[in-house]
C-alpha cells in the first residue's frame, strides 16, 4: 500500500459536510500557491492555485483562502464526497524553479 | 492525451545496482523536474531541467544523474543504489516555473 501517509495528520469529515484543510506556508516571499490532491498509489493532481494579489479563489465544490499576514492557506471542499479521501497537500513558489511542499493532511470521508 | 508518463512503476534493487527511470511528457512543457517522497516529508527536489539539453540540481541531488536529451524525455539515473534511496519518484512537468506541475504516477523504488 501508500506508505506516504503513514505519519500524517487526519482530518475525518462526515459525507456530505464540508471540510477546511489547512497549510501554513514558510517563505514570506512565495507569491503563488498550489493545493493538490494524491489519491494512494497515484500521483499528486492539481486542484486550485491562488496567486498573492487574491485572497480567495474559488473552483468547483473548492475555494482556497490566502492570508499573508500570517502566512495561512486553507483549501475548502463543499459537500465533501467519499471520492474526496485522498492526501492534500500544498506548495508555494516564490518565483523561482523550486516548489516547497507541504508534508500533507489525510482526508477520511465518513459514509 | 497520456500526459507525464513514467517507467517502471515498480523496481526492487540490490545495493550498488544501477538503474534508470524514465519519464516522458507529451504536452510540450519546457519544465521538467524529479521528485522523491518519503513518509512524513513533502515532495523534495532532485534535480530539474528548463529545457531540452539543460540539467540543473535541486535538493537533494546526491546519487542522482539527469539527462534531457529530448524536450519530451527526463531520465534519473541511479549509478550505485543505495538503500537510502528506497522512496517513491515522481516526475513532474510543466510549461513554466510559475504554472502548476503536472505529475507522473510514481516509481516506487526499493533498494535492498
Redesign the interface.
Known amino acids: 500500500g501508500e ?6 495528520p487526519t482530518l475525518s469529515v462526515q459525507e456530505g459536510d464540508n471540510s477546511i484543510i489547512n497549510c501554513a506556508y514558510s517563505n514570506s516571499a512565495s507569491d ?1 500557491f ?1 493545493w ?1 490532491k494524491q489519491e494512494s ?6 486542484i486550485i ?1 491562488i496567486r498573492s494579489n487574491m485572497d480567495k479563489r474559488q473552483g468547483q465544490r473548492v475555494t482556497v483562502l490566502l492570508n499573508k499576514t500570517v502566512k495561512h492557506l486553507s483549501l475548502q471542499i463543499a459537500a465533501t464526497q467519499p471520492g474526496d479521501s485522498a492526501v492534500y ?1 500544498c ?1 508555494e ?1 516564490a ?10 493532511t489525510r482526508l477520511k470521508v465518513l459514509a | 492525451n497520456a500526459g507525464v508518463t513514467q517507467t517502471p512503476k515498480f523496481r526492487v534493487l540490490k545495493t550498488g545496482q544501477s538503474m534508470t527511470l524514465l519519464c516522458a511528457q507529451d504536452m510540450n512543457h519546457e519544465y521538467m523536474y524529479w521528485y522523491r517522497q518519503d513518509p512524513g516529508m513533502g515532495l523534495r527536489l532532485i534535480h530539474y531541467s528548463v529545457g531540452e539539453g539543460t540539467t540543473a540540481k535541486g535538493e537533494v541531488p546526491d546519487g542522482y544523474n539527469v539527462s534531457r536529451l529530448k524536450k519530451q524525455n527526463f531520465l534519473l539515473g541511479l549509478e550505485s543504489a543505495a538503500p537510502s534511496q528506497t522512496s517513491v519518484y515522481f516526475c513532474a512537468s510543466s510549461y513554466s516555473s510559475r504554472e502548476d506541475a503536472f505529475f507522473g504516477q510514481g516509481t516506487r523504488l526499493t533498494v535492498v
Open positions: 506508505s506516504v501517509g503513514l505519519h500524517l503563488y498550489i493538490y498509489g497515484k500521483g499528486p493532481q492539481f492555485d497537500f506548495a513558489n518565483g523561482t524553479y523550486k516548489y516547497i511542499f507541504g508534508t500533507g
